[in-house]
């Protein structure tokens, strides 16, 4: 496993939560309802002026096809996102513990190696912090 993983992993997880607010507003769209009044008169006497309220779905069985379709291929973005994120985690529960949080702080909460190491504690210091990173790299 390479350094790029882990970039891949952030953009992964975050592709995961676009996914699902994209496929969220697919489905608000099914559920639109428009509302109008019309007049008219009844068929038969008295004759008197009326009005009448329609109401219905924005929503057409082209559309259905066209948004289920969309629907599709938005799940299979989330789950190929989410079989990266699946493989990182799985990999990251295989290494050591203090590498395990050093890839945390640095990657997943962007923090720079400075607070990197202060959150490390232990009198680690920035390059030493980031020295060990790429010794890991570089062995693994």
Same mark, same amino acid.
């Given at each position: ?57 924005? =929503? ?46 640095? =990657? =997943? ?27 890991? =790299?570089?062995?693994?």
């Amino acid at each position: 496993m390479d350094k790029n993983i882990l970039d891949q992993y952030i953009d992964a997880c975050e592709l995961i939560k676009e996914t699902e607010m994209e496929i969220l507003r697919l489905e608000n769209m099914q559920v639109q309802m428009a509302q109008d009044s019309v007049t008219g008169s009844n068929p038969d006497y008295p004759y008197e002026q009326r009005r009448f309220k329609i109401e219905g779905v924005i =929503f057409s069985c082209g559309d259905a096809v066209r948004l289920d379709r969309q629907r599709k291929i938005l799940e299979q973005r989330r789950q190929q996102a989410e079989e990266i994120k699946a493989e990182v985690e799985s990999w990251m529960n295989g290494i050591p513990i203090r590498m395990q949080r050093i890839i945390r702080y640095r =990657f =997943f909460q962007e923090l720079t190696w400075e607070n990197t190491a202060k959150k490390i504690g232990r009198k680690a210091t920035a390059d030493s912090v980031r020295k060990e990173f790429e010794r890991f =790299f570089c062995e693994n």
